[in-house]
């Protein structure tokens, strides 16, 4: 690991800095005008997407201790990351290679090499310097989108966790491209930076653990990197109310096991776009020890206070009880959990209920799905909350309070069909639908099919008509009385639908119903008493 960060630390410098702000003298030998004749051909070529540039002419020649050679190179990095550089927040990462090329005997430096990343180059031998731009566009609004996550009344804490599932979601873990010499695999060399996260939606732990920690320190939460040799592995440490505590964005990523989601729904790819973990975050040293992490030190890639040593951690437990932890057993999901209009929302499979509660308050558990379809994962966007179960989509108005059914495999098709995965990325929503085919016994053939949606599109969806009034919600706390709203999460058939599934519905949700119902009734009632009293006492005075 420390062979490739240096290799990288090469080609990134962490803050944006205009070249022509340096006093050149103090930052080389080569004459002031030399240097500008250099770096004038130098950014043409940029502009130009040219591989090489010619040097020799100027006879700058190196005094023997590489002095001339890293301060032109110094300089010409600089340049480049103005001219080319992804930029997010307040940093700036270079994805073109630069090097100064110099004769062995003479030392006299006679060109400048460019290497661009494969996918900006064409045919005749050059960069596309348009899509280059283009990407660099690209990944400057994404990560403001990013940074939108948070919110201005959010806690520190709130802001961990709303960062955490968003850089979880965006991300999947590449494949490798090959091995090096020593076995261990390889990528590309974008994998490695917020760059591939951003353009590409895929990057390594170290990829995970710079964005995440970027995104807290540019919402005013100390973050840093660290990073362990005997793992080949980096992850973050943030400060929370005063501590230290460790998160690893890239183990909660969950990976398929043998083609299945975490909801054991087949699938035909890698990773669990929609799905999110915690079991990694927020752990002090002991507790992260205890998950098989070891021998950390802090690295470069983010160390904003340059910090020369890791932070020893916070004590063990303290956020155990916390609606977010691992340890809490009265919540199950694998949902990214999302805050909208100050509340967060989880879809709990042990309730089967949506929970709404705040950072630290009282859950509130919000019913409203079919008896035999379970909920799967949440979104928020704007002030709407989209939740997918095994056969529909729904959409929640946080303001109006109110949920409607938008989307929905028929029903003469959930022997065959289901929802798989959900997610939302970019002002897109993603949902992939397996359709199967029993080939035998308990053998089955799978197809899959994902539709994208704009979030515009997905707002103004008219709302399927339903028997059930899916704009009434049903509450419950966590008293005994509404405890029997729980749909058990049971073994599921090879259609989708739960096995021995039992609903239990109690007095609170009928008498719930019938007391909406007399909210109007009544008050219609006593309107027309009145309607007709008034005329009997108008014909009277005649």
């Known amino acids: 690991m420390k062979k490739i960060l240096s290799l990288l630390l090469s080609f990134m410098i962490f803050s944006l800095i205009c070249v022509n702000s340096f006093a050149v003298s103090d930052y080389t030998t080569i004459p002031t005008k030399t240097l500008n004749n250099i770096t004038d051909d130098f950014r043409k070529a940029l502009k130009n997407g040219e591989t090489s540039v010619q040097i020799s002419q100027y006879g700058v020649y190196d005094s023997g201790d590489n002095t001339e050679y890293y301060s032109l190179l110094n300089v010409l990095t600089m340049l480049a990351l103005d001219v080319q550089g992804f930029s997010f927040g ?43 731009d283009e990407d660099r566009k690209l990944v400057s609004k994404r990560y403001r989108e990013a940074q939108s996550i948070v919110k201005r009344d959010m806690t520190d804490l709130e802001k961990a966790l709303a960062l955490y599932d968003y850089v979880i979601t965006i991300c999947e873990y590449p494949e490798p491209t090959g091995t090096d010499s020593s076995g261990e695999e390889t990528y590309p060399e974008s994998m490695y930076q917020v760059t591939g996260i951003l353009r590409d939606e895929q990057g390594v732990c170290s990829a995970y653990a710079k964005l995440y920690a970027l995104l807290l320190n540019d919402s005013g939460v100390p973050a840093v990197t660290v990073a362990s040799d005997v793992m080949n592995h980096e992850w973050v440490m943030l400060k929370i109310d005063g501590e230290w505590y460790h998160a690893d964005p890239t183990w909660d990523d969950p990976k398929l096991i043998h083609g299945y989601t975490v909801y054991l729904d087949p699938n035909d790819d890698n990773w669990d776009i929609g799905a999110v973990s915690h079991d990694y975050f927020l752990k002090s040293d002991e507790e992260i020890k205890e998950l098989e992490h070891t021998d950390w030190y802090i690295s470069n890639t983010v160390n904003p206070d340059y910090l020369t040593e890791a932070p020893v951690s916070g004590s063990s437990g303290k956020f155990d009880d916390m609606f977010f932890s691992d340890k809490n057993s009265d919540i199950m999901t694998f949902s990214p959990l999302c805050r909208v209009n100050g509340n967060w929302y989880i879809p709990d499979l042990k309730s089967s209920s949506v929970i709404m509660t705040t950072i630290d308050g009282e859950p509130e558990y919000i019913k409203f799905t079919e008896e035999n379809e379970y909920l799967k994962y949440s979104f928020g966007y704007g002030n709407e909350l989209y939740v997918n179960t095994n056969f529909a989509v729904y959409r929640f108005d946080t303001i109006k309070d109110r949920f409607e059914k938008i989307i929905e495999i028929p029903e003469e098709e959930r022997g065959s069909k289901g929802f798989t995965e959900m997610n939302v990325r970019y002002g897109e929503l993603s949902l992939t639908t397996v359709t199967f085919t029993k080939t035998g016994e308990d053998e089955y053939d799978y197809s899959f099919l994902t539709d994208v949606y704009t979030m515009e599109e997905m707002s103004d969806m008219e709302a399927i008509p339903d028997e059930a009034d899916t704009s009434t919600v049903n509450r419950s706390g966590e008293d005994e009385e509404t405890a029997e709203f729980t749909k058990p999460v049971q073994n599921r058939n090879p259609d989708g639908t739960a096995a021995e599934t039992t609903i239990s519905v109690t007095a609170d949700n009928i008498s719930g119903s019938s007391f909406n119902i007399l909210y109007i009734v009544i008050p219609g009632a006593v309107v027309l008493i009145i309607a007709i009293v008034l005329v009997v006492i108008k014909i009277k005075n005649r």
Do not use: A, F, H, Q
């Open 90 to 132: 307040k940093y700036t990462e270079l994805v073109t290679g630069i090097d100064v090329n110099m004769n062995s005997s003479t030392r006299l430096l006679t060109g400048i090499t460019i290497k661009y990343p494969d996918i900006y180059m064409t045919g005749d031998g050059k960069c596309d310097v348009k899509k280059l």
